[in-house]
């Protein structure tokens, strides 16, 4: 019998696929990268690509439940981008850009 966990991650991973390749492994793997705490508070919502001093760096967007949320992602940045190359396997994500819901 098959979980509906799979069937939910593969259909994330079609949705996405067309913006960005790591969006998809991303969002269907955020309880695993930022844990509960985060995970029931804080949403990625895309990648953007951008360049810094000629080289290409990827951007996550993601939504915070609430401004106090946004500022406490906000110091946690670093490690939630360490994690995300730790699960990853190299350093896909190089930024985070917050957005806190009003």
Known sequence: MKLISEDIDSLVKKIF?????????????????????????????????????????????????????SMEIAYQQEIILERIAVYLGFKGIHKLRIHATN
């Not at 067309?18 to 949403?43: C, M, R, S």
């Not at 690509?49 to 967007?61: R, T």
């Open 17 to 69: 696929k067309n913006q960005h390749p790591l969006l998809a492994e991303i969002i269907t793997n955020w309880t695993k990268i930022v844990g509960i705490k985060f995970y029931n508070n804080v949403t990625p919502l895309k990648i953007t690509i951008s360049k810094e001093k000629g080289i290409k760096i990827n951007i996550l967007h993601v939504v915070a439940a609430n401004p106090s949320v």
